[in-house]
């Protein structure tokens, strides 16, 4: 059974940095597509960035790029998003998932973890 | 980026009703429409995938239905346990989408 298990949130100022890592279990994440998702408490659903397995392609979503980096360390089947220049709107719990079987890299979320809070405030 | 408009936002109703939840894309997603639900404090959970598809596990109660534009989740019979938040999204455009959600609560 595929688990994803999140941590790295926190209370964090703007302007700082913070970086979420997200460990795999019941697989091995070398060929597979892993995605970030953000949810402010209460609203709705935004993806954020993905990660390819073959490839190590990336994609962010316009309101993080430049600022957000997502990486993955097949070794310790971790993936991690490395979040720089952090606003008040970014504040949500962020969510790591991976795509339905079958459906690499489609944008179809079957596999979610539990997700972890970023606060950023003054 | 296509923008998805979910309605009602709150659908009051009881267990056994049949519900009926809609999604409407701003431009044609073809059948690349997934339906999610999530309870609180739980992540999102895929309960339909390219419009009337079930997940693996997912009780017959639900089904999907539509294609273009306008899209329909329905629960045939209210169970319980399916008081929750459901949110439509799209996936034929990069990024995906997520609509705002409809919250069916209890009346």
């Known amino acids: 059974e595929v688990q994803l298990v999140e941590s790295g949130g926190g209370m964090i100022q703007p302007g700082g940095s913070l970086r979420l890592s997200c460990v795999a279990s019941g697989l091995m994440i070398d060929d597979y597509t892993f995605h970030w998702i953000r949810q402010v408490p209460g609203k709705g659903l935004e993806w954020v960035s993905l990660?390819?397995?073959?490839?190590?392609?990336?994609s962010y979503a316009d309101s993080v790029k430049g600022r957000f980096t997502i990486s993955r360390d097949n070794s310790q089947n971790s993936l991690y998003l490395q979040m720089n220049s952090l606003r008040s709107e970014d504040t949500a719990f962020y969510y790591c998932?991976?795509?339905?079987?079958?459906?690499?890299?489609?944008?179809?979320?079957?596999?979610w973890g539990q997700g972890t809070l970023v606060t950023v405030s003054s | 980026e296509i923008v998805l408009t979910q309605s009602p936002a709150t659908l009051s109703l009881s267990p056994g009703e049949r519900a009926t939840l809609s999604c409407r894309a701003s431009?044609?997603?073809?059948?690349?429409l997934a339906w999610y639900q999530q309870k609180p404090g739980q992540a999102p959970r895929l309960l339909i995938y390219d419009a009337s598809n079930r997940a693996t596990g997912i009780p017959a109660r639900f089904s999907g239905s539509g294609s273009g534009t306008d899209f329909t989740l329905t629960i045939s019979s209210l169970d319980p346990e399916d008081f929750a938040v459901y949110f439509c999204?799209?996936?034929?455009?990069?990024?995906?989408?997520f609509g705002p959600g409809t919250k069916v609560d209890f009346k």
């Open positions: 431009q044609t997603v073809s059948s690349y």
């Open positions: 990660i390819t397995g073959v490839g190590v392609y990336t």
């Open positions: 999204q799209q996936r034929t455009n990069w990024p995906p989408t």
């Open positions: 998932a991976k795509d339905l079987d079958g459906y690499d890299n489609g944008g179809l979320f079957k596999y």
